[in-house]
């Protein structure tokens, strides 16, 4: 990687980052475009958090290069760190301070003057919906205040680029969805994020592409559509009415779609996943099927056809969910 290329926040070629006997991260190629939430995919000790440490200048790689907006982030580390800001997966601000008086303190530690320092924070408040504990000590918010109020202050100063590490871990739902809208809004300004995170829905519902990571290595990467199409044709979904009948489906199933068919944990449910074909699309291929079921008396009370989910990807790609075993769970520096 010779230059930096237009239109790219981050591009990275070989990335490497060794501790030991371990290879944390083992040659990993981004390219991260301006203006977009770039998801990294992974399960616990994947090597996640160990490649943004990297791009943030907090740790030296051992091989390859990376660049952020064209800055080398080993060369001009200072340029770097100029452009951009990160929340890690724990709280940074001071528990004993208000929520008030950490974004003032901040933000004069940015250059704010005082008056300006009082202003910015009081918008950032309002904005993430923590106006009314904004005098009540960190100490005494949620877990989703935690996350709103470190979130806020890593945007004191709009960074060009905004890593977010697994920002929603250990958060309720409803928590959860105040984050993703924050980060929705924080895009729309202009910021660029790259966002870690083990849960698939938040990649589906945040990310216009997707890097999935995996014992330090890209195994795929690219849009939620192509993710999705890269692992087959869609997945067929059917609840039958008579669980006695669950075998008699299945085979049918299996016969007419020359798929692999799940029995769910529901007993009356059953789901195979479609290949690319050249038996039709995926559509008349369900039609078929469900001709078929019908034509033998077996009763279908709900029938759908469906992209294969980023769940299915996942475990497609690497052959275990995002739930790490104890045998990738030690990523070092995470």
């Known amino acids: 990687m010779s230059q930096h290329t237009a239109g790219l926040a981050i591009e990275t ?16 190629d981004l390219a991260v475009p301006t203006g977009t939430v770039y998801g990294v995919l992974g399960p616990n000790g994947a090597g996640k958090t160990t490649t943004v440490k990297m791009l943030a200048t907090l740790l030296r790689p051992d091989g390859g290069q990376a660049h952020v907006f064209g800055h080398d982030v080993v060369r001009e580390a200072d340029a770097v760190r100029g452009l951009v800001s990160l929340t890690g997966q724990y709280a940074s601000v001071d528990e004993d301070l208000t929520g008030a008086e950490n974004l003032v303190l901040l933000a004069r ?27 009540k000590q960190v100490k005494h918010y949620s877990g989703g205040m935690r996350r709103r109020i470190d979130i806020a ?60 990571i995996d014992h330090g290595k890209v195994i795929a990467e690219g849009t939620k559509g192509e993710l999705k199409a890269s692992v087959g044709a869609g997945s067929v979904h059917l609840r039958l009415r008579d669980a006695e009948q669950r075998p008699q489906a299945a085979e049918v199933l299996s016969r007419v779609l020359d798929a692999q068919v799940q029995h769910d944990p529901d007993p009356l449910a059953l789901t195979a996943r479609l290949a690319p074909s050249s038996g039709g699309t995926a559509a008349e291929q369900a039609a078929r099927a469900l001709s078929e079921l019908v034509g033998t008396g077996i009763t279908v009370d709900n029938f759908s056809l469906g992209q294969p989910s980023l769940d299915e990807v996942f475990l497609a790609l690497t052959g275990h969910d995002t739930q790490a075993d104890d045998a990738v769970k030690n990523e070092v520096a995470a």
């Open 13 to 28: 070629a070989g990335l490497v980052k060794t501790f030991g006997e371990t290879r944390a991260v083992d040659g990993v």
């Open 153 to 212: 202050a890593s945007i004191l100063s709009t960074p060009d680029l905004l890593f977010l590490d697994e920002p929603t871990t250990g958060l309720d739902p409803r928590s959860r969805n105040q984050v993703w809208d924050i980060v929705r809004a924080v895009v729309a300004q202009g910021t660029t994020v790259l966002l870690t995170t083990q849960y698939l829905d938040e990649a589906d519902q945040l990310a216009s592409r997707i890097a999935v």
């Open 109 to 135: 530690l940015l250059g704010h003057a005082k008056k300006a320092a009082r202003e910015r924070a009081a918008q950032l408040l309002e904005a993430f919906g923590l106006t009314d504990a904004a005098s």
